[in-house]
């Protein structure tokens, strides 16, 4: 796709600090570096994000994932990593095309703050919540 940013940065009309590549995926640096060694791991395919992946594409993608991720832990000496993947403009999706997120950890203040709010958990809306998802992954 021509207006792709990430489609241009595989055909190399953009440049980009890779760190990783196959015939299938990508992997270079994030220009924002969220902490130091932050990198984007892409299908060179096409795709708007996981939720309009196929079983083969999310494979393809996702296999790579640790490979990448242990060499990163070790390159940049991180204690640990988080591994995301912002889906639509809701979720903080600002590039269309599929991207997993390696942000590689260093302590408290290292300058990446993922907060959630715990609920009490009501176990038979759980139960029922469940059901529905079930039914709708065998539909
Ligand atoms: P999203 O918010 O869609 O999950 O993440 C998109 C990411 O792409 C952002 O973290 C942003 O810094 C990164 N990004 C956007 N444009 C470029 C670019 O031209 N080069 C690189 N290396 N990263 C980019
Ligand atoms: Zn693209």
Redesign the pocket.
Known sequence: MDNC?FCR?VSGD?P??KVYEDDEVLA?????Q?TKG?T?VIPKQHVRNVLEMDEDAASTVFSRVPKIARALKKATGASGMNIIA?NEEIA????FHA?I?LVPRYGDKDGLAISYTEHEPDFEALAKLAETIKKEISA
């Open positions: 940013i940065i953009i980009s600090s270079f640096l994030d220009i924002s969220a932050h984007l912002n903080g999706q600002t590039v991207h997120h």
